[in-house]
């Protein structure tokens, strides 16, 4: 732990305590103010890669979908699952028994890569070495495996055009359908046209995901009843309201347009009735300086980009041109058509644009000021933090079943470590009776009893490399049947989790999480529990 971490008024102390639960084992948690006044539940952590002190930051910025708006998995993917599914059968001309398939929400997991002229679909360590490998929902070989990836002279980088990256939460339906149709094809060779090959048919799938993106179809369905297709938090009002207390400026940032934009607000920040129901207002609002909707990320991080900034018209939807932000005199209106702040007490809506235009209305002077809050590690983070400098935080919402899994597995994962250990020493000793064996002068007694010591030990190896085996796919299917765990290949960090060490100054399960920390929290890696680490939980 970093020796200053507790110090001073309002520094929020974030390392894990042993508290006993009511049936006697000790759970970790995190001591919310000095003194434990409050414990955070392991999964509510924000981790840290890199030190960030709070009381630098003078504008949080975040991401609207999948990041304050948490999709239901069963319901909204299951929803662009069947979308795209129709749009293929009705739009692209393909069979209509595709009608008829079903959708596994809880199937493919982030961080996978689609290889599009093979039809695999893989997941790879930090290093970008295949681990685990699917044709469709076929399991590879391990000569498979070696034969497609592990048999060049160039390491390939597994990027696009060639293959297609499944990093947003968004993707995971388009990736099932694509091993569903991989599988299709190749069982079904006369119902596919012969000119239709896995890369043709990966553009397809895109292009029936656009489709359904650019009619609506997919919105109407989530403005006509939001509670179906996303999750109440009742604790980002309290959130925001927050860091608005604490000085600081909040902005949205979105690529939906205002109409969908102001409907998912509402319901997520709106007044509820006694029924449940939501009030139908702009009270959302008030808890932004800035919405910039129609955002073109990740475009839009980009300094030389040159979009039009429009103000937009909250009851209407109209746009109207600005000067960079500055409200113009509209034609045959003496006063400027643009809602100011200052004026209604709201704050101001554009659309389009770039980060420029957002830092002259937000009046940051060094980029380091802002941190920005998103899902997606390409169009969130990845540029704010590379392109930009703006300090960042991943939203992982598998982030909090995952670190509950490795506490409750902390036996298992013991028990995977001896028995690796136990392999190790054993493969030792038979190098160890190898060496020994070519060396002159050894007896024939001396050697028969060599030989047989070595045939002791590779049985005892065999074993101990079974049962570690055995363990390894236990403790690999307790946090996903196919994929195993998210920050994790094996003993290596997933590419994913790679990713996330290298773009986010920190990472957590929900945006919300914010707000069970002081607004001027330094935060600090931890040497005590990080998620992407090889030995997360002391054994």
Not at 64 to 92: C, I, W
Not at 297 to 304: M, Q, S, V
């Amino acid at each position: 732990m970093d020796k200053g971490l507790g110090a001073g008024i309002g520094d929020i102390i974030s390392h894990f305590q042993n508290s006993s639960c009511s049936d006697g084992v000790q759970e970790p948690c995190i001591w919310a103010s000095p003194g434990g006044a409050r414990k955070i539940d392991i999964g509510k952590q924000i981790f840290c890669n890199r030190s960030l002190n709070m009381k630098n930051i003078v504008a949080v910025g975040f991401d609207m979908d999948y990041t304050l708006a948490q999709y239901k998995p069963e319901t909204f993917e299951s929803l662009a699952y069947d979308g795209t599914v129709r749009k293929l059968v009705y739009d692209l001309g393909y069979p209509e028994e595709l009608l008829e398939w079903s959708f596994d929400w809880k199937y493919m997991v982030r961080g996978l890569v689609l290889d599009k002229k093979r039809g695999n679909i893989l997941k790879m360590d930090r290093h970008k070495y295949v681990k685990v490998a699917y044709h469709g929902f076929r399991e590879m070989s391990k000569e498979e495996k070696v034969e497609a990836y592990g048999n060049t002279l160039i390491r390939d980088a597994f990027d696009e055009p060639d293959y297609a990256l499944i990093d947003t939460l968004f993707s995971l339906a388009e990736a099932y359908l694509f091993a569903q149709l991989v599988d299709f094809m190749d069982n079904n060779p006369g119902k596919v046209s012969k000119s239709t090959d896995y890369v043709r048919m990966y553009k397809d799938v895109r292009a029936a995901v656009d489709l359904c993106h650019r009619d609506g179809t997919l919105k109407q369905m989530v403005a006509k009843d939001p509670k179906t297709y996303i999750n109440e938090d009742r604790s980002i009002v309290p959130m925001l309201k927050m860091l608005r207390e604490s000085g600081r400026s909040t902005f949205l940032v979105t690529n939906s347009l205002w109409d969908y934009t102001t409907i998912v607000m509402n319901f997520l920040c709106g007044s509820h009735t006694l029924d449940g129901g939501i009030t139908c207002n702009s009270d959302w609002l008030l808890y932004f300086d800035v919405v910039i909707t129609g955002s073109a990320k990740p475009g839009f991080f980009h300094e030389d980009n040159r979009a039009n900034l429009f103000q937009v018209e909250p009851e209407s939807g109209m746009l109207l041109n600005t000067d960079n932000g500055t409200p113009m005199p509209q034609v045959g209106d003496i006063s400027p058509g643009l809602l100011l702040k200052e004026k209604n007490g709201t704050c101001r809506i554009f659309q389009g644009g770039s980060v420029g235009h957002l830092h002259k209305l937000l009046s940051i002077e060094s980029s380091s000021q802002v941190l920005y809050v998103g899902d997606h590690i390409y169009g969130d983070i990845l540029r704010s933090k590379k392109v930009l400098g703006w300090r960042t935080m991943l939203v992982v919402p598998e982030l909090e079943r995952e670190v509950e899994l490795l506490w409750e597995l902390r036996d298992l994962r013991k028990k995977l470590h001896l028995l690796r250990n136990e392999r190790d020493l054993i493969e030792d000793q038979i190098h160890h009776l190898k060496w020994s064996l070519k060396s002159e002068g050894i007896d024939v007694d001396e050697q028969r009893k060599m030989c047989t010591r070595m045939d002791d030990l590779e049985c005892q190896r065999d074993k101990a490399r079974l049962s570690h085996q055995e363990a390894q796919r236990e403790c690999h299917q307790k946090f996903h049947k196919v994929w195993g765990q998210l920050m994790k290949t094996g003993y290596q960090n997933s590419r994913f989790a790679h990713q996330v060490e290298r773009f986010a100054c920190l990472y957590t399960s929900q945006v919300s999480n914010l707000s069970l920390y002081s607004p001027d929290k330094y935060y600090r890696p931890s040497e005590d529990f990080m998620p992407h680490e090889f030995d997360i939980i002391p054994l």
